[in-house]
């Protein structure tokens, strides 16, 4: 079995290391704040937040150039501000660019539903990804994916209704082999299907 690390610099860290810690192929759930702690683990969940601060509390901690190399060859998963992070490309309506860690070939656009609909729940049909009941999802002034940028990602969840000025069908879940990215917070709901698609991603990618 596995050991998780969740960054902990910032942002929803100690809901995702709960939702590990009930799953039976976790051996250890840790936060990660050092380059130690990331060699030590297995696959890496990168929590929602604030993008901007935790790039440059990565950048500040000089975990942004590890954080580089692990997402190359180990399973690593991004929700929300965490799949920014993983994106090769982010688009803001503020000004100025922010650090990612890339890796991911999509482009996010943050904070697609803006100021008055910061926040929205939804179920999101993914039979790839959680079978045919469908997942409650929970959207906190999400980004959402608006290029997919290689053959490789895979996309695996849309919105499956317009939420304010955001279409139906606007891509909210990727995956390009062992990158992972979801634009919601499934750390924020009792339902641990996303958790164990993730452990079992990560469980075939060490088994072949
Ligand atoms: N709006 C945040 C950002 O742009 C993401 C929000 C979240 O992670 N819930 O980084």
Known sequence: SLTIGVLALQGAFLEHIHMLKNLP?????????????????????????ESTSMALIAERCGLLEPLREFVKNKPTWGTCAGMIMLANEATSAKKGGQQLIGGLAIRVNRNQFGTQKESFETKLHMPEVVGETPFHAIFIRAPVISDILSEDVKILGRLEQKVGQTEAETIIAVRQGHLFATAFHPELTYDNRLHSYFVDLALTYYSN
């Open 25 to 49: 192929t976790v051996s250890d759930a840790i936060p990660v704040r050092t380059e130690e702690q990331l060699k030590s683990i297995d696959a890496l969940i990168i929590p929602g937040g």
